[in-house]
């Protein structure tokens, strides 16, 4: 079955730190990936999204993901996190055609603090 | 911009009841899901529909219903809600082949 895991449940971090969050889809083929952000008491919201092309996307507020197709991996990232980045980040996968309905599938998610 | 809205942010309902989640987008977007938000599970699919008065189960379907009878609304019925159906439930739209856009969520608590 189509699967999306993210590695990590939860991230603390310092301002000014790195930020890597991992994704990995189940298997191959064409599919298409997105990153969606959930910050408190607000909408889930889109962050960035890969449908073709470069693999090396960027999405608003910094950050980027990375697309390796040989790894199934979609991992997120943003060189230097601030406080306000404090959210819950969903990864999620399309396998296309999926009835052409556009179907996700969501990863568990990683809550993300970011300390002062 | 896409406009998602939900019927209530906050919902309390005793077991038993009969309970409906409402959903209305303005886009005229043909597909419209249900998901349940769970810590530690994400999102999970509920029910989808691709369009008026057609729907597909999605990955946990038992102990709920739809309804679409319009391309803007999209109905989701607790026949008999139970404790185990407290969550956060949240509606997306989209088109076949762009981003799903979320509503602001219902949480449910069923006592």
């Known amino acids: 079955a189509q699967s999306v895991s993210q590695h990590n449940h939860h991230v603390i971090l310092s301002e000014a730190a790195s930020l890597e969050l991992g994704c990995n889809y189940s298997?191959?083929?064409?599919?298409?990936l997105f990153w969606y952000v959930q910050y408190p008491g607000q909408h889930l919201q889109l962050l960035l999204k890969y449908f073709s092309g470069d693999p090396l996307v960027k999405g608003i507020k910094g950050f980027e993901a990375e697309f390796i197709k040989s790894k199934f991996s979609f991992n997120l990232r943003k060189p230097s996190v601030q406080w306000s980045d404090t959210a819950e980040y969903f990864c999620?996968?399309?396998?296309?055609?999926?009835?052409?309905?556009?179907?996700?599938?969501f990863g568990a998610g990683t809550r993300l603090a970011v300390h002062p | 911009d896409v406009k998602v809205t939900q019927s209530s942010r906050y919902l309390v309902k005793r077991t038993g009841e009969k309970v409906f989640l409402e959903c209305v987008q303005d886009?005229?977007?043909?597909?419209m899901f249900w998901y349940r938000q769970d810590p530690g599970l994400g999102l999970r699919l509920i029910y989808f529909?691709?369009?008026?008065?057609?729907?597909e189960k999605g990955d946990i379907p038992e102990g709920y219903s739809v309804s679409r009878e319009k391309k803007e609304r999209f109905s989701l019925i607790l026949e008999s809600a139970s404790t185990n159906q407290t969550s956060m439930y949240l509606c997306?739209?989209?088109?076949?082949?762009?981003?799903?856009?979320f509503g602001p969520g219902t949480r449910l608590t069923v006592l």
């Open positions: 529909s691709y369009d008026v008065k057609m729907k």
């Open positions: 997306a739209t989209t088109t076949s082949t762009d981003t799903q856009y």
């Open positions: 886009m005229d977007h043909e597909n």
């Open positions: 999620a996968v399309n396998w296309p055609p999926s009835g052409g309905y556009n179907k996700l599938i």
């Open positions: 298997y191959g083929g064409t599919v298409n």
